[in-house]
């Protein structure tokens, strides 16, 4: 596909819209079917539970999945200033997305919009330079001028941490000890058929708490684990067991979780102690039944696993041909109806799944994980099967698992969004590995990512998401681990580009020795993760103290020096300009 430099330009032109007097970019793809800046608030900043909210009635909207989307079909009653056949709520067309998708490929393989890309990446790199020689010492003086702020005390999150590896392995081995010791005699998994309590589990394992050390848990990756996702996936079973796994870090289990439940919440003691470190933990749901996600609210309310720190992120493995090859769904259809067809139930009607309905009030969005460097068997165009009809045991491609939940999402957002509930959005781990579309497909679809390692190979797309301001959560430590040494990370290179005892100041602290960051950037970065969250509207304008967030900054809360944000304002603007200029002007660009 041969596309004219006029054409890239007009299309990615009319693809970012224009920019609004408070510097907001109108997103690339409608308002991805997730944020709504002015959606109603569930964060009163109390310390009442979450879950004591109020469960409302049945709406009276009718759903049925029809070619694997869930949509509206009937208003089974009339309600005030609606009309009875009520409106199907919209959600990306296929087609539309195959022929975006297509240009977009083009473009990110088109080799003058390469260039092009490459030169003004290069550009804004010196710029930032030449920013940093000019402006560090008035950056670092304005901080200075702050009283009480500094690195330690701004409000930061940690946007990307799986709940099964957010306590550190010392929180873990104390904790495994202290169960053992205090509460060995008590039943905690079935064995053959009986019952098995916590001692005769250890000592199946030929193990007492005295043998258990920081290396026989072993749940640290190493350079072992360096591009073998299998064996770093391996690392989330305590000294290598799955049945430790389950008793502790399961919430579905033969003690429903109350272990996992107890080690979440003195994780959340430790971030509320620390005030200004705030997480969002990934949790899996699978799809594997239609009955998980009753269970996972079951375990988070009666257990009472809620912080103000902590909002959740819902993982969805991709992995249907595993349970397709082991016969727990019969299409991809029906775990598209596991994974979504319960939250348009606690939508419509929240009393027929009361937790389910208190627990999302506490979760923001969606991630899509798996290895990606796996290779797809299979490619998502025109001709492949509906959800329906696929029944091989082939797992689709990425873009196809990201196009259904996307849809998904848009249409129970309208419908979450309509009675006054708050909104999800798609998160995915993307650019780790594995093929450079993925990034493709995300960005026409995900309201932030996780990884874009990528990304340094593709400037065209790397530009791209500078232009749409689309977060990337990096984990530089993870990374090291499994895919790119710490050294070749891109992190430094997207801070100069871009600006987009615990797991996240030790991220925070290596990343600044290593690549010698000032104070001022870490101080950015903190407020970029806060940006990029999931948090309540109402609480990140708290954060950051502000009215509006975008193009907004109050250094007394952020310690971010106000040169600093217009320096990344007016790099904006001015390389939209370049953009509009180029479609207009196209020879001379």
Known sequence: ?????????????????????????????????????????????????????????????????????????????????????????????????FEDQNILLALSTHGPIKSFAYRRLKYLESRYSLHTLLNEMKELAAMKEVPHRDFYNVRKVDTHVHAASCMNQKHLLRFIKKKVKCEGDEPVIMHDGKEATLREVFAMLNLTPYDLSVDTLDVHADRNTFHRFDKFNSKYNPVGESRLREIFLKTDNYIDGRYFAQLMKEVMVDLEESKYQNAEPRISIYGRSINEWDALAK??????????????????????????????????????????????????????????????????????????????????????????????????????????????MVVLNHLRRERGFNTLRLRPHCGEAGPAHHLVTAFMLAEN?????????????????????????????????????????????????????????????????????????????????????????????????????????????????????????????????????????????
């Open 299 to 408: 375990w988070a309310v009666n257990h009472d696993v809620f912080s103000e720190n902590v909002r959740w992120v819902i993982q969805i493995p991709r992995l249907f041909d595993v349970y397709r090859a082991k016969g727990l769904v019969k299409n991809f259809q029906e775990m598209l109806e596991n994974l979504f067809m319960p939250l348009f139930e606690a939508t419509i009607n929240p009393q027929s799944h009361p937790e389910l309905h208190k627990f999302l009030t506490q979760v923001i969005g969606f991630d899509s994980v798996d290895d990606e460097s796996k290779t797809e068997k299979s490619l998502f165009t025109e001709t492949s099967p509906l959800p329906a009809n696929w029944t091989s045991q082939d797992n689709p491609p990425y873009a196809y698992y990201l196009y259904y939940m996307y849809s998904n």
């Open 1 to 97: 596909m041969s596309l004219s430099l006029q054409s890239i330009c007009s299309a990615t032109s009319t693809a970012l819209s224009t920019v609004h007097d408070d510097y907001k970019l109108e997103k690339f793809y409608g308002d991805r079917g997730m944020h709504v800046p002015d959606e109603p608030e569930n964060t009163h900043f109390s310390k009442e539970s979450p879950f004591d909210c109020e469960v409302q009635g049945d709406c009276g909207y009718a759903v049925e999945m029809i070619d694997g989307v869930i949509q509206v079909i009937s208003c089974r009653r009339d309600h005030k200033n609606r009309p009875s056949n009520c409106t199907v709520h919209p959600f990306p067309d296929l087609q539309e997305f």
């Open 449 to 589: 990512i996780s990884h874009g390692l990528l990304l340094r190979k593709v400037p065209a797309l790397q530009y791209l998401y500078y232009l749409a301001q689309i977060g990337i959560a990096m984990s530089p430590l993870s990374n090291n681990s499994l895919f790119l040494n710490y050294q070749r990370n891109p992190l430094p290179d997207g801070q100069s580009r871009h600006y987009p005892h615990e797991p996240l100041m030790e991220e925070y602290s290596i990343a600044a020795q290593v690549w010698k960051l000032s104070p001022c950037d870490m101080a950015e970065l903190a407020r970029n993760s806060v940006l990029m969250s999931g948090f309540e509207e109402e609480v990140k304008r708290q954060w950051i103290g502000c009215d509006k967030l975008e193009g907004s900054n109050d250094i007394t809360k952020t310690n971010v020096p106000n040169i600093r944000v217009c320096f990344r304002q007016e790099t904006l603007l001015q390389e939209l300009e370049t953009i509009c200029e180029g479609a207009r002007d196209p020879i001379n660009t």
